[in-house]
């Protein structure tokens, strides 16, 4: 029988079955399975000692502040949609990478999003800003959602995990090194993405490194 501390919850706070795989999984007896360095796809060795904490990561700094100092305005999806000159974003990214930034990040999500792009448009295109700037790693950036869960919002559980698994399979499929979840303040937010970072990476056979 699995250790208590291996268990997965597998129903909301409202009682409801969660979506994720690992449900199926946990209800089959499987036991939680925690993933060794070894399990994981790292680029280099020196991603690896970062990860080991014998080396660090130094991550760039506010994208939106750049972008507004480079002519877009404040507060308004539609307008970076519409900033059209991916050199522009190239050129933040490359200001980073020559202040010593060994990782480049981004996030987009569905919910944020609410159809004016697609997730997996809006990292491929990150992705590739962040290559041609010349960073060493490029991270998929997973940030809060802009809704809260349960009980203090109305997302459920499955449709955060489902949010954060469209963006790690648009990151995965855009080629990241790694994922990055940050700037979260609800641990069961975190628990959702994590999961999807591990189970959505693992089906696509690609096990990334995942820091939180």
């Keep these: 029988m699995a250790n208590s501390s291996n268990i997965l919850i597998t129903r909301d706070l409202d009682g409801a079955a969660l979506a994720a795989p690992v449900d199926a999984a946990r209800r089959n007896g499987a036991a939680y399975k925690t993933r060794t360095i070894d399990d994981l796809r790292i680029k280099d060795d020196r991603l690896r000692a970062a ?3 014998t080396g660090h990561l130094l991550f760039d700094g506010g994208m939106g502040t750049m972008l507004q100092a480079a002519g877009m305005k404040a507060g308004a999806l539609p307008e970076l949609l519409n900033f059209e000159e991916p050199q522009v974003i190239t050129d933040i990214q490359r200001q980073y990478v020559e202040a010593g930034c060994d990782a480049n ?4 999500n569905a919910h944020k999003l609410d159809g004016a792009a697609t997730v997996a448009d809006v990292f491929a295109a990150a992705v590739a800003c962040a290559r041609a700037a010349g960073a060493r790693y490029v991270a998929g950036d997973i940030g809060p959602i802009g809704a809260l ?3 203090l919002g109305t997302l459920s559980f499955d449709e955060a995990y489902d949010l954060f698994a469209e963006q790690v399979n648009a990151g995965v499929q ?3 090194d ?3 979840i940050e700037t979260m303040t609800d641990l069961y937010e ?3 993405a994590i ?11 690609k096990a990334l490194p995942v820091l939180v």
């Design 149 to 151: 869960l349960r009980p």
């Design 190 to 192: 975190v628990k959702a």
């Design 51 to 53: 990860i080991e904490g």
């Design 195 to 205: 999961l999807a970072a591990k189970e959505c990476c693992e089906q696509l056979g």
């Design 105 to 108: 990040t981004f996030g987009a």
């Design 174 to 176: 855009a080629g990241v």
């Design 178 to 180: 790694l994922i990055v």
